[in-house]
């Protein structure tokens, strides 16, 4: 490659890292590589982009230990960075490794962000419908390729309302094997159906089924997922249709 367009390359590398570094509470390590020179530059395209991120954490409480990305061709709408809002003339394509710790994993799911998002469940058992509402959970990963889960929730069901704690360990699903719930246990409250607990799977069956899922203005699928003590590892495929404005992120 001309040293020319090597140097292109650094410059607006250097230039995503620092306007990305911005937009993170907190980054420890982030290379970002982009592939193009000056005409593709004025045009708004690049052949791809690479990041390679350690430590970032966003929104105070949610952080990635590690994340490797790396997207198709990107076109952008040249008119739009002058205004300084960038828009995509066509939907990006990437495909992310991301490594959560425990400790991540578990500072997420009692952040503010998260908790938004984690509605009540409702249930359809037997015609009538039941409410399960979150109150805490936690993840531990003691073992390679098992997930350990304690938590609490609040259980509506026939008029009443109790308090209802459990411990679950399941196995993620491989290429070989469906998801494996090997134990669930109540260490609070009365216990539950057997209704109950079969609708509550029927759901998660449901759930996890999907063949991908939404978020903002991005579709992404699991494609595999990997458990070693202490880490979690996903491999994500995503289609971003639009990149959000950095207001829309700090407001997610």
Known sequence: MPDEHRLEEKLLSQE????????LDQVEQIEIDVKTDLLKIAQGHADGVSVVGEG???QQDIRIQEIKLQTDGINIDPLS???GQIKLNQPVNAIAKITLTQADINRALSSELVRKQMQSLELNVDGEIVSLELQQIQVFLPVAGKMEFRGKVLLKEMG???????TAI???RTHSQPIMLESFNCTEGNG?????ITALMHKAKEFINLPYYTWEDMIFSIKELEVEIGNLILTVETQVRQIPSSSNVLSL
């Open 160 to 166: 009443n309302t109790r308090p209802l704690g459990y």
């Open 56 to 58: 970032l954490v966003i």
């Open 81 to 83: 960075v002058i205004f």
């Open 170 to 172: 399941a196995s993620p």
């Open 192 to 196: 539950i159906s057997i209704e109950l």
């Open 16 to 23: 995503a890292e620092r306007k990305i570094s911005e937009k």
